[in-house]
């Protein structure tokens, strides 16, 4: 069973608006973390946010903030102010407590226009 | 500091041949991962160790597939008999301990079989 979905392979945002791009997750594990990256066209892999299954806030870095609803089981990334230099594929991932691989979903190319 | 450096960048290898992929991690981290991420595709857990023991070898596609970690630093993935399937770029992150939800990654290996 998939266990980390990213549904949109694609996404468009104009400069200085914000973006959501959505992450959904399935586990039975009641510990577990949640983490975003971007991957620039260079193919680097960049950690932006993390949140834990028992953190009681929505984690935030900056511009990014993980919107976390425990309950439907998703973990949208949020961008506020996009930028150019923003255009990256984006990864969604999941740790179960008990393990201490990374599953990633299949990402969502984000594409800032000024 | 250094980051996770990987060698070599781009490896173009004829089917049936061995191949070598090497990681150094970040300088204390102990915690070492390798991942593999096919064309337009996430990424795919392989091989995790701690120090230099595997206790997570549930990602290797097949027995042509190992790696090893000396001195708890540096680890070599190696490819026997490569196939055409397994042209991807391998990814290596690093941990200062396990569990951390800092993963540093290394620019990877873009492996080509011909």
């Known amino acids: 069973a998939q266990k980390i979905t990213q549904t949109q392979p694609g996404m468009f945002v104009q400069e200085k608006e914000a973006v959501t791009l959505d992450c959904t997750y399935d586990?039975?594990?009641?510990?577990?973390?949640l983490f975003w990256y971007k991957q620039p066209s260079s193919g680097e892999m960049i950690f932006l946010i993390y949140q834990g299954s028992y953190d009681q806030q929505n984690a935030t870095e900056g511009r990014y903030s993980l919107n976390f609803q425990k309950a439907r089981k998703s973990a949208n990334l949020v961008i506020s102010a996009s930028q150019l230099g923003d255009s990256a594929m984006y990864f969604c991932a999941m740790r179960e407590g008990r393990t201490d691989k990374l599953i990633f979903g299949t990402g969502t190319r984000l594409q800032v226009f000024p | 500091g250094a980051g996770v450096s990987q060698s070599p960048s781009n490896k173009v290898t004829e089917k049936g041949k061995d191949v070598e992929l090497r990681c150094d991690p970040i300088?204390?981290?102990?915690?070492l991962y390798w991942y593999r991420q096919s064309l337009g595709q996430g990424l795919e857990f392989l091989i995790y160790?701690?120090?230099?023991?595997?206790?997570?070898k549930s990602g290797l596609p097949s027995d042509r597939f190992s790696a090893e970690r000396t001195g708890g630093s540096v680890s070599t993935l190696t490819i026997q008999r490569t196939q055409q399937e397994d042209s991807a770029v391998y990814l290596c992150?690093?941990?200062?301990?396990?569990?951390?939800?800092?993963?540093?990654f290394g620019p990877g290996t873009r492996l080509t079989v011909t």
């Open positions: 300088s204390g981290h102990t915690a």
């Open positions: 586990t039975s594990d009641p510990s577990y973390g």
């Open positions: 992150a690093s941990s200062p301990r396990r569990a951390s939800y800092e993963q540093y």
């Open positions: 160790f701690q120090g230099n023991s595997a206790p997570d």
